[in-house]
């Protein structure tokens, strides 16, 4: 089992920036993959970045290319999001997941409760 608390959320200007954390607890050693997720009201959740146990390798999607930056501190077992340049189409709420493996099963999926961004034009 893992769980996962994000805090940093809040209401920002068009053009500043925010980071979220997400606090990870409970039996990390099989985490595969970790990241964040967004959604809104009226589509489905998307993904928004990801990144190894080891931090060594990330991955964003196309709309926060250059403006978010995903990181990991393993020794407070924390991930981040940093987000700059914010746009308005940011507004979502922002879950953070880890994903663990172990052989011979099905990955687990677990999730955060869910911080909010709202970004004002």
């Known amino acids: 089992q893992v769980h996962l608390v994000e805090s940093g959320g809040g209401l920002v200007e068009a053009g500043g920036s925010l980071r979220l954390s997400c606090a990870a607890s409970?039996?990390?050693?099989?985490?595969?993959?970790m990241g964040w997720y967004r959604q809104t009201p009226a589509k489905p959740r998307d993904l928004v970045a990801t990144?190894?146990?080891?931090?060594?390798?990330?991955s964003y999607a196309d709309s926060v290319k250059g403006r978010f930056t995903v990181s990991r501190d393993k020794a407070k077992n924390t991930l981040y999001l940093q987000m700059n340049s914010l746009k308005p189409e940011d507004t979502a709420v922002y879950y953070c997941?880890?994903?663990?493996?172990?052989?011979?099963?099905?990955?687990?999926?677990?999730w955060g409760q869910g911080t909010q961004v709202t970004v004002s034009s």
């Open positions: 409970g039996t990390m050693f099989n985490v595969n993959r």
């Open positions: 990144i190894t146990p080891g931090g060594s390798t990330t």
């Open positions: 997941y880890a994903q663990t493996l172990t052989y011979g099963s099905a990955p687990n999926t677990y």
